[in-house]
């Protein structure tokens, strides 16, 4: 519980830091879609964290199944969030370079959700299949 506290107090200090800080460049397209993503990925990162409880682990270890949430639509619902948040912030401060970053980050978290859906296969067997049919990435 105090890591899901400590995760919410940073998104809710970082989130307006982060906008203060790209206040002044244009308001293009990009920069709007920006506002939008990047606060919207990190709240909903924020509430995956906190609904994954005490199952989260930085390496998978399959210690619980969580079905419920964000996780009864989305299997990796923090890299599919963090990757919105991330696209939300590159947009905002108008680096489209960045974006190759991205991209590249894309292949190495399929990689780890794969890892990880083989340590819930193996641990939780036809219930992890079950609830994978019935869900999205």
């Known amino acids: 519980m105090k890591a899901n506290l400590g995760s919410l107090a940073l998104v809710l200090l970082g989130i307006p830091l982060v906008l203060w800080m790209g206040r002044d460049l244009p ?6 879609a920006g506002l939008i993503l990047l606060p919207a990925g990190a709240i909903f990162l924020i509430v995956a964290r906190i609904q994954l409880g005490t199952a989260f682990s930085v390496r998978a270890k399959g210690t619980h199944l969580v ?7 989305i299997r990796n619902p923090i890299y599919v969030f963090g ?7 590159i947009l905002w401060f108008n680096r489209p370079f960045y974006l190759l970053v991205f991209v590249a980050l894309i292949p190495m978290q399929v ?17 992890y299949e079950e ?7």
């Open 27 to 32: 308001w293009t397209f990009a920069h709007l």
């Open 131 to 137: 609830y994978r049919r019935g869900t999205w990435f």
């Open 83 to 89: 990757g919105v948040a991330l696209a939300g912030g």
């Open 111 to 127: 990689l780890r959700a794969r890892k990880e859906g083989e340590v819930l296969q193996e641990r939780f067997g036809a219930a």
């Open 67 to 73: 079905t419920t949430g964000l996780y009864a639509r």
